[in-house]
């Protein structure tokens, strides 16, 4: 399960971002993850309460901002609705090869932090 290492790695790096304002809580994490990252939205908030259950971030909510990939024709510049999960190979219109574009997002959008003193359950 990838999604183990990777909240490892948001918890860090939301870690990272907040240390020079001191100690404190993080109260909430904002991510955006792509169709394409093969990352499970599910799993990673699982794997989210396992990194931080047992330290001063217990309790931190991670929210996950879906993206979704685009299939677009260059042809006659139409975008492609399809189920998720799914794919064409050709534009329904003008039977041109589709583009993919988006859906590989993977970063930290925002981060909520409590600085000690300052309420939000610590102690």
Do not use: N
């Not at 994490?29 to 990252?37: M, N, S, Y």
């Not at 050709?90 to 583009?99: F, G, H, I, N, S």
């Amino acid at each position: 399960m990838h999604e183990l290492g990777l909240a490892m790695d948001i918890h860090r790096t939301c870690r990272e971002a907040v240390a020079p304002h001191g100690p404190g809580r993080l109260e909430w994490v904002k991510v955006a993850i792509g169709e394409l990252t093969a990352v499970e939205p599910e799993l990673l908030a699982f794997a989210w309460q396992a990194v931080t259950q047992d330290g001063p971030d217990a309790g931190a909510r991670l929210e996950v901002e879906w993206r979704a990939a685009r299939q677009c024709c260059p042809g006659c510049g139409g975008t492609v609705e399809r189920p998720r999960g799914t794919w064409l190979y050709q534009c329904p219109t003008c039977e041109r090869v589709l583009a993919v574009e988006g859906g590989d997002e993977l970063e930290v959008l925002s981060v909520g932090f409590v600085p000690s003193g300052e309420g939000a359950g610590d102690g």
